[in-house]
């Protein structure tokens, strides 16, 4: 196996030596380098231990005005995009690593809470407001259109 190494360092190292130029006194470097880089693979990656550790506790990451993300410690309005686009993680695999509860906010209170006064002054999540008067005048188009009859086809039956 080691001699395995060895000829998959010489024939590693004489590639690269044969399309750059490497002084002298750099080759020995390159070809120890080369072989603790090949010692390396296959070898099992080195386990973690330890956990890693919060940048802030639990409590504390979440504040009126912003979160603070568990990971790197970054002040967040909302998590969710800074998740993915930092730390490739949904909100799911933050919950499962940090163990958190499904209830955790992922947007800060107050952001929240100015995002719902925006959508209740714009109406959403309201049924349209309707009088009597217009659900009358509804019915009477209904039955407006009802009393039409058109003329018959030579397909359809005749009506005794």
Not at 59 to 83: E, F, N, W, Y
């Amino acid at each position: 196996m080691a001699n395995d190494k060895t000829a998959l360092t010489a024939k590693l190292v004489a590639a690269y030596v044969g399309n750059n130029q490497v002084e002298v006194n750099d080759l020995a470097d390159l070809i120890k380098r080369t072989y603790q880089a090949l010692d390396g693979v296959g070898a099992p990656a080195p386990s973690e231990s330890e956990k890693q550790a919060p940048a802030v506790s639990i409590k504390k990451s979440v504040t009126p005005d912003a979160l603070i993300c568990l990971d790197c410690g970054k002040k967040q309005s909302m998590l969710k995009r800074h998740l993915m686009t930092a730390h490739r993680m949904t909100v799911d695999d933050y919950r499962t690593k940090w163990n958190l509860a499904s209830d955790y906010p992922m947007v800060a209170p107050n952001y929240a809470s100015r995002r719902s006064e925006l959508a209740i002054k714009s109406g959403l999540g309201r049924k349209p407001k309707s009088t009597t008067q217009d659900s009358a005048a509804g019915e009477a188009l209904v039955k407006q259109k009802r009393q039409h009859s058109y003329p018959a086809s030579k397909w359809s039956k005749p009506s005794d």
